[in-house]
């Protein structure tokens, strides 16, 4: 009981956390990826070890102290800051001779291809140097010519007359040329504030790039509701250091030019990245390593005892629904939503309860275990069984979303306003409804049918995903959290009996060591994968639409196939085996239904 409440304290808590720290969903998807296949290495290690030292009390202290170490190390990793996503600014700065547009470069190239860009210019000023003087030639006695007109580009205009002290020429209005041939200039006034030009960009040429910019000259553009192509820009100046000014702002849609986001950091990312992953990667060998220890100690202290399994990993399920929404409500107590989250309590919590847990361990007896499975040999064995495979593969798309909704759902929920203690109760929700349903799990499965509940499974997934891309605000997420009894608990009860029917007894522990492989790492690993992927790609609404559809349509498949081609083979012998692990032979079953949290 004591481990699931530890181990429950962080869980919810462990994405949203690296969200605090600055990653990108990105890197949180190539994180959460990869540890399910890192943490593989865990069990194995520890039950070697315990196997050789003869003390697996001794090796599960260890884990459990070395768990507590580690998770604790990510409180120290170095922060990433980094400011609201912006596009990029661009200015037009228009001389004599062309009209450049310079883009901030946002950790983009200066690759911009041909294509229609709209773009509207306003806040145009005259902008010159301070030692500026009027150009020689003689001033146009005439005032500005009105829009539209086509006058020569080189002839100049009347500038006003400076103040007393003022040094600098100074135009009432600046004036844009649009050159549709040589030699003739289509004149546009743009005052400073008041006015703006639309501009559709047919062709645009790199002239210069720098770290900061990339200077492209206007070639080819047209005006809205024109049929007239200018080939380029010219401004008419009152002195050749002086230039026209003008924000730009892009309005096509969606936008091309300013799409690049520019994301201003403070910190290094690179060293916050390796130094999290590696300290998270050694950090999740030990969870899994503990509670396969801890299952094998508590089987032989239920066999020597006399006592029911079922109900000890009952208790520790009920354990896992009770300290998360109470450490995410003193996380939020010392929480300045949105701009600081502190999630020390959470890891406070977490290591006081590990400490409990490891003198508790202390005291309990254990006993030494020879068997050593001859791995690779038996794994060939379990997969000539084609139904086998099959139930594999059902397994494998269960924890593919299993995954998606255990990596992303905190984060999606969390952008809604969800606070700390939501995401805390989101774990109770789902606890609370199982435990009903766990204490007469035998009789729902025998009654039902194992392939029945995964299909089951599937298509409650479909529902609670469909659940999840329209709800209206975070707290409805509960609805939807209770329905994991269907595709966690009782799914994976369901899996453990059909392992132990299709496999023959000496395979079993092979048999069902690939069934957690499948669901707890590979399908959660592919799957964190694929949804980060799809919510980065095509938001969060249409990857859980995705999901649901995948769900649904891998359920109807199952559901065809197990019923018009596997059921009809099914062979006395098989529906014996069954009758005899949910009815007389419970200790069987009992050895390997663990609900992996």
């Known amino acids: 009981m004591w481990t699931g409440i530890t181990f429950g304290c962080i869980w919810p808590f462990l994405t949203v956390h690296m969200k605090s720290l600055g990653f990108t969903l990105e890197e949180i998807t190539i994180i959460n990826?990869?540890?399910?296949?890192?943490?593989?290495?865990g069990p194995p290690c520890a039950g070697a070890l315990a196997a050789k030292l003869g003390r697996r009390r001794l090796v599960l202290v260890l884990c459990l102290l070395l768990a507590g170490i580690s998770f604790s190390a990510l409180l120290f990793v170095p922060p990433i800051y980094r400011q609201h996503p912006r596009s990029p600014t661009a200015t037009l700065t228009c001389g004599p001779k062309a009209g450049i547009i310079h883009l901030e470069r946002c950790n983009n190239r200066c690759?911009?291809?041909?294509?229609?860009?709209?773009l509207?210019?306003?806040?145009?000023?005259?902008s010159c140097s301070s030692d500026a003087q009027p150009q020689s030639q003689t001033p146009i006695a005439l005032p500005p010519p009105p829009e539209g007109e086509i006058v020569p580009p080189d002839a100049t205009i009347p500038e006003q007359k400076p103040?007393?002290?003022?040094?600098?020429?100074?135009?009432?209005?600046?004036?844009?040329?649009?050159?549709?041939?040589?030699?003739?200039c289509h004149v546009y006034n743009a005052s400073g504030t008041d006015e703006s030009v639309v501009l559709y960009l047919n062709h645009l040429f790199l002239v210069h790039s720098t770290d900061k910019e990339c200077q492209y000259q206007l070639r080819t553009f047209t005006r809205p509701r024109s049929s007239d192509i200018f080939e380029g820009m010219q401004c008419q100046l009152p002195s050749k250091l002086c230039h026209v000014k003008c924000d730009i702002t892009e309005t096509s849609k969606p936008a091309i030019m300013q799409s690049p986001q520019c994301i201003e950091t403070e910190g290094d990312p690179f060293l916050t990245f390796w130094l999290y992953f590696f300290i998270r990667v050694i950090a999740e060998l030990f969870p899994q390593s503990c509670l396969a220890l801890m299952d094998a100690i508590i089987l032989n202290m239920v066999h020597k005892h006399k006592g029911q399994y079922g109900k000890q990993i009952l208790f520790g399920i009920a354990a896992i629904g009770i300290f998360p929404p109470v450490v995410g409500f003193f996380s939020d107590l010392f929480s300045d939503p949105p701009y600081h989250m502190d999630y020390t309590p959470a890891f406070i919590t977490f290591d006081a309860l590990l400490l409990i847990s490891a003198i508790l361990v202390v005291f309990l007896d254990t006993e030494r275990t020879d068997y050593m499975p001859r791995l690779c040999k038996n794994v060939g064995k379990v997969l000539k069984n084609a139904e086998l495979v099959t139930l594999f593969f059902v397994i494998f798309i269960l924890g593919s979303q299993f995954g998606f909704i255990e990596t992303f759902l905190y984060l999606d929920l969390q952008s809604q306003g969800a606070s700390l203690f939501l995401l805390g109760l989101t774990l109770t929700a789902g606890v609370v409804p199982s435990l009903p349903f766990l204490f007469i799990g035998d009789v729902i499965v025998r009654k039902c049918g194992k392939a029945n509940l995964l299909i089951t499974a599937l298509f409650v997934y479909s529902l609670r995903f469909t659940g999840y891309a329209y709800i209206p605000g975070p707290w409805w997420a509960l609805l939807f959290e209770t329905l994991e009894v269907f595709t966690l608990n009782l799914m994976w009860l369901s899996t453990v009996t059909y392992c132990a029917q299709l496999s023959p007894r000496l395979l079993l522990p092979t048999t069902m060591g690939l069934a957690i492989v499948m669901h707890y790492n590979a399908g959660r690993g592919v799957g964190t994968l694929i949804g980060g992927y799809a919510m980065d790609k095509l938001g969060t609404r249409v990857a859980y639409q995705g999901s649901a559809i995948l769900s649904g349509c891998v359920g109807l498949i199952y559901f065809a196939i197990y019923h018009f081609h596997l059921k009809e083979k099914r062979t006395p012998n098989q529906l014996a085996m069954v009758t005899m692990l949910l009815g007389i032979d419970k200790k069987?079953?009992?050895?390997?239904?663990?609900v992996d949290q």
Do not use: G, W
């Open 163 to 184: 103040e007393k002290n003022d040094t600098i020429p100074v135009l009432a209005k600046p004036i844009l040329c649009f050159n549709k041939r040589p030699h003739e």
């Open 120 to 126: 509207e210019f306003k806040n145009c000023i005259v």
């Open 33 to 41: 990826m990869v540890i399910p296949f890192t943490s593989l290495l």
């Open 588 to 594: 069987q079953m009992q050895l390997v239904c663990t």
């Open 111 to 118: 690759e911009l291809k041909d294509h229609n860009y709209q």
